[in-house]
């Protein structure tokens, strides 16, 4: 077996485990590809009974899925009248229609959606803080049913949302509650019972294995400006309750909780937490201390405690979803020009409202977040920010893997105020986005592989478009790996993929007198559909953040492709231009130190497209020159902030150096 999780060795210094997991790689590597494996010759342990997958690829394949959705039994997308429940998304996921809101007078949906392609593997990440205040306030046959909470609930849900908000902001429980909050907890046990048995029915344990469900909830602390997390489970093995923000005041305790509940107090019992939004935790509180209670106690040092328990649970972090990306912000160092890709223009969520915030933050986007963990592991000999990188949708429409900008109809409900009807033009605030994916590189679409590439980080996001992209770092690639037919087998065998430490360092003479680490990142373009074709590549990047004397830097260098002539016509939204197919680079970073901490991620862009809201605003023949033309609700569509295109975009997990003579841990 491979041991996925963390561990700390002398750096340099190959363990026994690690001879035995080359060892088994390189067998594996042998194995003929799409044959079936039995359970016991897989290279992670089977931890659930289920018919092994026919199709099982040791050189793994990409799984396209969704970490973050929400559905009628989280509060707000409740509110909202979401009415699908987890059942309804994993049928939406799989690629079956389902209606959404507004609902007729009989319980009708108005609408109905369905994916042009379904999703490999998903997970519902309700907010467990009131499992029990909405099951309680859906259920006429309970006594709390026309308490005041529950009818404002029902009757005024567009006021209601701040009062609800409270108890994420001061963990106090309602009255409708009873002694202790019995009540609302023996509900939410209901609920959270009713979200397990919603994940088993889904999961295709047959041979075919055509999809995966993970069961998972999201823990939403707002007591410090926007700290949620998503926590996603290896199988069926879970805590008895869906732990949340009420329960455990901050990030550390939640993580202490799940040592107790999970890991150490329940045998088979295993899982990651995937903190989201930094671009919203202000000035960049995700990526200090997770002990604080309120912003003042941001200030706190780190220590070796909080570092190993962080690192061991927050494994991933979501970069890109509805409320906007999280990798970069221009300024000072950063003159990086992608990084002006869907930015929201605030710092905090209550900007969404339109109240008065602050602009974004770099402190709060992940590149940073990533850089200020080289540091801490200089200190701490552990880094508490390796994290590896996905995205996801963040939709409240019970509605995962809804991405396509050509046709998106929103994630916030059916309106931007929460209407009971749907609103005039455009369906969504217009700094909001369709958000994205997340991608594993699994063996098998199954739960121990899905969970096993979430955990060794082999993981990219997508901005909602499905590219295919591999990354490897080693010492000794040759130049030509393009165009070898191996190129996965040897970047396997004498390397690492995205998510991993780069292997000890060989001497020069060792590797033909190369002394910096070479990477090899191939991107194959998104195939699309017949009716949606995909879009041809840009460019290939790698970005580089690193160490020196104290202080970290940054670096983008386009490594295949560059600038070209692509562009959209406006007034069309048809691409105009020429891209790739498929692209591929072997690079050497020329300005290595090798006493200094790096990192390294690829990013892959694609040609220009049309942004969701042009796509509508051509429709509505909105013409910005003749104000006559502007229907109700379209005045967004002349808003000169908001560009009309995009490049869509994949990001791949880091994979990472430390200095020679270092101790770290995965």
Excluded at 58 to 74: E, M
Excluded at 192 to 215: H, K, L, M, N, P
Excluded at 456 to 477: C, D, K, L
Excluded at 609 to 633: F, M, Y
Aim: proline share 7%; aromatic share 8%; glycine share 8%.
């Amino acid at each position: 077996m491979i041991d996925a999780r963390p561990r700390q060795r002398l750096r340099g210094l190959p363990t026994v485990a690690d001879a035995i997991a080359r060892v088994l790689v390189l067998l594996l590597l042998a194995a003929p590809t799409g044959s079936r494996a039995e359970p016991s010759k897989r290279p992670y342990p089977i931890t659930e009974e289920r018919e092994p997958c026919r199709d099982y690829e040791p050189l793994r394949r990409p799984l396209f899925g969704d970490t973050h959705v929400h559905t009628a039994y989280s509060h707000d997308a409740s509110t909202q009248d979401t009415r699908n429940t987890p059942r309804e998304a994993y049928r939406f996921a799989r690629g079956e229609r389902v209606g959404i809101q507004p609902y007729d007078a009989e319980g009708r949906a108005t609408r109905h959606v369905r994916l042009d392609r379904p999703l490999d593997w998903t997970a519902i990440s309700d907010h467990s803080e009131m499992f029990g205040e909405v099951r309680i306030c859906s259920d006429p046959k309970h006594p709390e049913y026309d308490s005041d909470v529950c009818w404002n609930k029902r009757n005024a849900p567009f006021a209601l949302m701040g009062f609800l908000a409270r108890i994420s902001a001061t963990n106090e429980r309602h009255k409708m509650c009873g002694p202790a909050a019995q009540l609302c907890r023996d509900a939410a046990r209901d609920v959270w019972g009713d979200i397990q048995a919603a994940a088993e029915a889904a999961y295709d344990r047959s041979a075919a294995c055509r999809f995966t469900s993970v069961i998972g909830y999201e823990w939403t602390s707002s007591i410090a400006s926007n700290l949620h997390r998503n926590v996603l489970f290896r199988n069926h093995v879970v805590p008895d309750e869906a732990i949340s923000s009420v329960d455990t005041i901050s990030a550390f305790r939640l993580f202490e909780r799940l040592e107790q509940a999970c890991t150490k107090g329940r045998p088979g019992c295993d899982v990651v937490v995937i903190p989201h939004n930094s671009n919203i935790s202000m000035d960049g509180v995700m990526f200090q201390t997770t002990r604080l209670t309120s912003v003042a106690g941001a200030n706190g040092e780190v220590d070796r405690e909080e570092a190993q328990l962080r690192n061991r649970f927050e494994r991933l972090i979501e970069i890109m979803q509805h409320k906007g990306d999280s990798e970069c912000l221009l300024g000072a160092e950063t003159t990086d020009e992608a990084c002006s890709f869907e930015k929201l223009p605030y710092d905090a969520m209550s900007g969404a409202l339109r109240a008065p915030t602050n602009p974004p933050k770099r402190s709060a986007m992940v590149r940073e977040g990533l850089k200020k963990g080289l540091l801490l592991e200089q200190r701490l000999g552990i880094n508490p920010l390796k994290f590896g990188i996905l995205a996801s949708t963040d939709t409240h429409m019970a509605t995962p893997g809804l991405v396509a900008e050509q046709s998106w109809i929103g994630h916030g409900g059916a309106s931007r105020v929460l209407s009971p009807a749907v609103p005039q033009g455009l369906p969504d605030n217009i700094e909001f986005n369709p958000g994205g994916l997340a991608v594993v590189w699994a063996e098998e679409n199954a739960r121990d592989s899905i969970f096993e590439a979430l955990s060794r980080r082999e993981v990219y996001g997508t901005s909602g478009t499905r590219p295919e992209v591999r990354f490897f770092g080693g010492w000794r690639y040759p130049d030509d790996l393009c165009r070898a037919r191996d190129l996965v087998a040897r970047g396997y065998a004498e390397g690492v993929p995205m998510g991993q430490d780069l292997p000890r360092r060989l001497q020069p003479e060792q590797t033909g007198g190369a002394a910096a680490p070479v990477f090899v990142v191939s991107a194959m373009q998104d195939p699309g559909t017949k009716s949606r074709p995909g879009t041809p590549l840009q460019r290939i990047q790698i970005v580089k953040g690193w160490t020196e004397k104290g202080a970290t830097h940054e670096r983008v260098f386009d490594v295949a492709g560059g600038p070209n002539d692509a562009s959209v016509d406006p007034t069309t939204c048809e691409p105009k231009g020429e891209g790739a197919r498929s692209l591929c680079a072997v690079w050497r970073d020329p300005g290595f130190d090798p006493e200094e901490n790096a990192f390294y991620y690829a990013r892959v862009l694609e040609n220009p497209t049309c942004r969701w809201h042009r796509h509508l605003c051509v429709a509505a023949k909105v013409d910005c020159a003749k104000p006559e033309s502007i229907g109700k609700g379209f005045e967004a569509c002349c808003e000169a902030s908001q560009p009309s295109t995009v490049q869509e975009r994949a990001w791949t997990s880091p994979i990472w150096y430390e200095a020679d003579g270092g101790a770290h841990a995965n």
